[in-house]
């Protein structure tokens, strides 16, 4: 027997289901947005990640060399092959370009609940505008997005890393120390900052000064600790303005967060990150904000942001707030009683399946009884019994498969009876 | 500048419009037929894909290995994982199971028009029933698939392997020789299968009759070849009984071929193909039929048969004919023309979207003209101008972005103006 590689995953139909319908409504609400819809290769040249993220990252996806030995790898996320598409076909497009996207992304972790090798991401880049105005509405999409599907229990976390990377360089930590520190910070590991920023002989006062610079979730504060530490205050009020929009896009909730740090690298400015706290160390759920690769990739530099969503993750917050998802049950299944009336049967279910019902026949011959239980198993709404003798009368049963009420009704009427 | 993989597409906003109505009425059509969407991971280890089609295909595929030296594979079609998943997770589900299912895949081939080394394959797989009636249906399917998109112009063929595998065995054609013999049938090339078969000195007297019967079309005239030979007619009335459910199944277009191979390894008994001559060398769009997979994948052995559709060439097809795909055009465009009304700007535009109406709104602060001019460039249908003293009024104005007709109306009334 063979078995799916490990840490995929084999999604059978219920699930599929479900799936599609957050799929569907993220289509929607990103359209009712002006986003439009693209799709770019499932693999990539290395470089285009590494170039992003550094050589480190190569630990973590899925690279290997093709036939003709270029370096490839399986795309661990859609914001470099987006801004590499970009660069490559559509600078000359009027901005700004909203682009969203649906895909599978595959990284080499160690597999666990809510993380996968294969993941489906969702997002959505917005190319040419930076104002205050277009980051909210940005946030809201996002927001939107998760709200539309009915996801309830969520945290909206907003901060600006400009403001972070002032107070770090102003406490003397740099980027060599950054690079071991941010990732502590984006897991919220204080004991172990603590730990790291004294092994770096950084005072005391220092580290606790960071400490609660970063557990700061109030703008006022956050602005009378910017001034005391003598820093510039653009980045304070550019954050300011982006909140004050927040509203008037219809988000009403969310949290200020000096705590964000996505990837240092590349990301400036406003960022920002949803959570769904029922899914405990993996509630991240949506992460985005702004951020510069264009010019990296060669590219004319234009300002670009965008958020991604785990899609998966969604669909178990949705699952572990009991939302009940719309059903894809069959409606009917017709079950030629004889083989005599097996052609006038197969041509009501045609008829039913191009009126856009979705209907079953069966075509094993097998008894009325084992039909009945198999259109049963599959959750069928009503069953069509069509047997010799009514036919010749010009009449069909109808069952409803839940109640079990039977009636006896005309041909031409089945549609009707049915919908 | 960084560039996409040789072979690989990006799909620009355009092209995926086109791609997601061929997808959507694709989905509708399996779904009317009682069919249920599943997904499997994009890669599986490789041994699944060799045990199918044998070591060959290592050649023509992008096989790799993980980083605990796992060897794994980017599926190169999708009716192994398919068949793999059922025997992993569904063998104890009511049969018929009915599946069908949207993937990438992947071939390391020479790229050329309509053939990427990535590439989207529509199809399903019916597990548990092989009845004529049954196997009807599934090319009534996959027939319907193609019409409910509006493809004119379509080639059904039909055929049946065991027969063209009883005259090769008659003829002393043994494995060896097929292997060469058949992806030359496959083609069509009967010089090179003249020249193959006269090296391998099969008579000239058998040739011919191989020949003759590879381009027989007449299901009669195949009963009587197959007599003439003395070999059994069981295969063939299988065929007749399949073709004659097929007018049921509202399929009354197609030829009876006995060219088709496909797979001889693995598919039994009915196969069939549809083209779309229009599309010259690259013109098969569709292929199918019964199959044995799952007893070589270690289950429980029960009938199945599938069905493929080339997703690309469909749509170059499409395009092709002419077909005017549903455009998605953007409906409203919010301009505000002054920073004071921005705020009553961004709060209609939100209730456009909110009633589904896709609505974008300049967040650049730009002047009106250079508004118009972006709203022209990406198709949006109306304008809707709110300017300061207006509104004081209660009024914006409304440009129906075509014909350049603009009207006053109450804000109120905007969303009935426009929809």
Known sequence: MFQRPRGTRDIL???MDK??????????????????????PTFEHLELFTAKSGEGIIEEIYAFKDKSGRDLALRPELTAPVIRMYVEKMQM????????????????????KGRYREFTQAGCELIGVNTPAALAELISLSWSCLRNIGLKNMVLKIGNLDILQAVLDKLGIGKEMQRTLLPLIDKREYGKIEEFLSSEALSHSDTER??????????????SFVQELGLRKDSLSHLRKVISFLPMFDVNDFKISMEIVRGLEYY????????????????????????ELISLFGGKNVSTSGFAIGFDRVVLALEGEGFKFPSSKLKTYVIPVEEDVLSNAI???????????????????????????YANSIN??????????DLEEGK?????????EQRLVDVDKVIDTIV
Request: charged share 30%.
């Open 13 to 15: 139909p219920e699930d």
């Open 19 to 40: 799936r599609k319908y957050v799929e569907e409504i993220f289509r929607r609400t990103f359209k009712s947005f002006g986003y439009r819809e693209i799709q770019t």
């Open 93 to 112: 497009q009027p901005k700004p370009l909203k682009l969203f996207y649906f895909g599978s992304c595959f990284r080499y972790d160690r597999p666990q």
């Open 210 to 223: 960071l400490i609660h610079f970063l557990k700061l979730d109030n703008i006022d504060e956050i602005e």
């Open 268 to 291: 400036k400015g406003i960022v920002f990150e949803i959570e769904a706290p029922s899914l405990g160390a993996e509630k991240q759920i949506c992460g985005g904000g702004s951020y």
């Open 347 to 373: 041509q009501l279910t045609m008829k039913l399946r191009k009126r856009g019902i979705a209907s079953d026949i069966d075509l094993t011959g097998r008894s009325l009884s084992k039909s009945m239980k």
């Open 380 to 389: 069928a709404e009503n069953a069509i019994i069509i047997g010799k003798k």
């Open 396 to 404: 069909v049963t109808v069952r409803d498969m839940k109640t079990g």
